[in-house]
Nanobody, 124 residues
Framework: QVQLVESGGGLVQAGGSLRLACAASGRTFSTNVMGWFRQAPGKEREFVAAISWSGGSTIYADSVKGRFTISMDKAKNTVYLQMNSLKPEDTANYYC?????????????????WGQGTQVTVSS
């Protein structure tokens, strides 16, 4: 079993920055893939970014490319999402997710473990 706990959400003005963290505890493996997803009120959950456990492979949604950076600290079993140049449309509940093995991608149905989410609100 794996437990995921997100932190770092909050309220920020447009153009500002936030860094989210997701700490994984329990049984983790070098084959794991970590992902960030988000869901705004009334909208479907969408993929944001994903990274291999080694940190060597990353992928981003087009909407966040160039603004968000995902990174992995294997020593701390923690994945980060650095969010810069935030926009009001980035407002959502952000979820961390883990899948045991597979490609680094944004297919949410492949991720078997999910955190409780952390709210990010960007004011205009």
């Amino acid at each position: 079993q794996v437990q995921l706990v997100e932190s770092g959400g909050g309220l920020v003005q447009a153009g500002g920055s936030l860094r989210l963290a997701c700490a994984a505890s329990g049984r983790t493996f070098s084959t794991n893939v970590m992902g960030w997803f988000r869901q705004a009120p009334g909208k479907e959950r969408e993929f944001v970014a994903a990274i291999s456990w080694s940190g060597g492979s990353t992928i981003y949604a087009d909407s966040v490319k160039g603004r968000f950076t995902i990174s992995m600290d294997k020593a701390k079993n923690t994945v980060y999402l650095q969010m810069n140049s935030l926009k009001p449309e980035d407002t959502a509940n952000y979820y961390c997710a883990l899948k045991r093995i597979g490609l680094v991608n944004g297919r949410d149905y492949e991720y078997g473990y999910w955190g409780q989410g952390t709210q990010v609100t960007v004011s205009s």
